[in-house]
């Protein structure tokens, strides 16, 4: 049973470009979060999304957008990316956003910015 | 201002002794406790989990006791293994929505042979 699947695994993207992160849910879950964890530090909660909504927000700018397709899939899209934006960008998923039992996540996306 | 903080970076234990990591919350409102643990390049896999109505749960060798008073958590580990041996980080929610959860900054566990 294959859980929570994140592509691409790495990448590097110049200041100022946009950047996309994909997320495939672990068979069964309904609901995306996403996180991002800098160096050192715990994740940080960016959205979650639910039946196709944003349903709730972290402190991040408006930079930071998502999306969420019928078959529970997730994208999230960053716009003029900064240095500060690199970390390592972590989805998780459940059935139902309460979450009972934890979270499960992906192995997550490298993204280095230059 | 963080929210919830592990306040051990690091914490080591010989094979077979109880681990004890410890987090600290800020915000009354936070009503489930989760912990995770970390694997080098891999994402966190959830451990175990409490409610705010509770004081203390367990599963198996892992036991998480919740202080509320004191804004208190702390995970047992009983006895220790080797392959216990990760980062450990201590998550909080409001609203049972552990989907938004604030995470501390991890503690590293070595469990030595």
């Known amino acids: 049973d294959a859980g929570v699947t994140q592509s691409p695994t790495h990448l590097i993207k110049t200041r100022g470009q946009q950047v996309t992160l994909r997320c495939s849910p672990k068979s069964g879950h309904d609901t995306v979060s996403w996180y991002q964890q800098a160096l050192g530090q715990g994740p940080q909660f960016i959205f979650q999304?639910?039946?196709?909504?944003?349903?709730q927000r972290g402190n991040f700018p408006d930079r930071f957008s998502g999306h969420q397709f019928p078959n529970y899939s997730s994208e999230l899209n960053v716009n003029a990316l900064l240095l500060g934006d690199s970390a390592l960008y972590l989805c998780?998923?459940?059935?139902?956003?309460?979450?009972?039992?934890?979270?499960?996540f992906g192995s997550g996306t490298r993204l280095t910015v230059v | 201002d963080q929210q919830v903080k592990q306040n051990s970076p690091s914490l080591s234990v010989q094979e077979g002794r109880i681990s004890i990591l410890n987090c600290d919350y800020t915000?009354?409102?936070?009503?489930?406790f989760l912990w995770y643990k970390k694997y080098p390049a891999e994402g966190p896999t959830f451990l175990i989990s409490i409610s705010s109505i509770k004081d203390k749960n367990e599963d198996g060798r892992f036991t998480v006791f919740l202080n509320k008073s004191a804004k208190h958590l702390s995970l047992h580990i009983v006895p220790s293994q080797p392959g216990d041996s990760a980062v450990y980080f201590c998550?909080?929610?409001?609203?049972?929505?552990?989907?938004?959860?604030?995470f501390g900054d991890g503690t590293t566990l070595t469990v030595k042979p």
């Open positions: 998780a998923s459940s059935s139902g956003q309460g979450g009972w039992g934890g979270y499960t």
């Open positions: 998550a909080a929610s409001e609203n049972n929505n552990a989907g938004k959860s604030t």
């Open positions: 915000n009354s409102m936070f009503d489930y």
């Open positions: 999304y639910y039946e196709e909504e944003e349903r």
